[in-house]
């Protein structure tokens, strides 16, 4: 299986806007971060996308750039597309940097509707905020778009793949990672449950989020704190995301840890 990470940066990205520090400043492109997301392609060759935040479209334009090749093509009118097929798309909690792009996924949706798993809550609010997707005759051009409700510990089925969603906390808020396999995907975790620390022994690519180094945040946990669990969990590959610009330049911060744990960047592809 192919692991795209399709964005690595925090709720605002990197560069902050208007910021002066050098991180921002910088010209490396490792250093340019969109909003956390990534996309896994299953056994089946269809894709399943973690979270769809606002910055989905420039993500997927270059996305396309890479792989359209790989793609056949249908036609929508008059116009013909060659699009990845996304069966589905694992929310991991509402805040807008995770959900604001989900609009954007009309086109992706042409050719079958995408399945949108969150838990309960998540789903409602989905739901409310976006109800012109799901009444009985849905807004023309709408994107074509389903909701399943998850629940941590209960297994989904999906392209050939058994997912566990897992609980994380987010600050005071519940969220979740998943595990797939030997993968797991966990973001914007400020802490774990002991039964989510026993589920996630034997991963073998963690791909977690560190948001800066040494100073502490309400929400999220730091660099400091996503190499500790990865060491403990021994995982053979851990990759950083949600990462704001306290996390350093993208070199000067991976030459500072160890080998096996580094900084994901926007466009870094891995087999898992």
């Not at 989905?56 to 929508?76: A, Y």
């Not at 074509?144 to 999906?158: A, R």
């Not at 995982?235 to 995301?241: K, M, P, V």
Request: contains cysteine; charged residues 15%.
């Amino acid at each position: 299986m192919r692991f795209h990470f399709l964005g690595t940066g925090t709720s605002i990205g990197v560069p902050h806007l208007g910021c002066q520090c050098e991180v921002c400043q910088s010209t490396d492109e490792h250093d340019h971060r969109l909003r956390t997301s990534a996309l896994l392609q299953a056994p089946t060759g269809k894709y399943i996308l973690f979270d769809c935040g606002p910055d989905f479209r420039t993500q997927m334009l270059r996305f396309q750039h890479l792989h359209q090749q790989e793609w056949g093509t249908f036609p929508v009118g008059i116009y013909t597309y060659s699009l990845p097929v996304i069966a589905a798309c694992l929310i991991t909690h509402i805040h807008y940097d995770h959900v604001g792009g989900l609009d954007d996924l009309r086109p992706v949706s042409y050719q079958h509707p995408i399945q949108i798993c969150a838990e309960p809550s998540v789903a409602k609010a989905i739901h409310s905020h976006m109800d012109y997707c799901f009444r009985e005759n849905a807004y023309p051009g709408a994107p074509h778009l389903t909701l399943q409700e998850i629940q941590p510990g209960v297994p989904l089925h999906i392209e050939g793949l058994d997912i566990l969603p897992l609980r994380v906390m987010h600050g005071q808020q519940p969220i979740v990672g998943f595990r797939i396999g030997s993968l797991a995907y966990i973001t914007d975790m400020s802490s774990a449950p002991a039964e989510t620390i026993a589920a996630l022994q034997g991963v073998r690519t963690l791909i977690i989020n560190g948001l800066r180094w040494t100073r502490p945040h309400k929400t999220h946990q730091r660099i400091e704190d996503a190499v500790a669990l990865a060491q403990q969990l021994g995982a053979e590959r851990t990759y950083l995301i949600h990462m704001c610009h306290g996390a350093g330049f993208h070199e000067q911060t991976n030459a500072l840890l160890p080998p096996n744990i580094q900084l994901a960047y926007d466009g870094l592809e891995i087999e898992v």
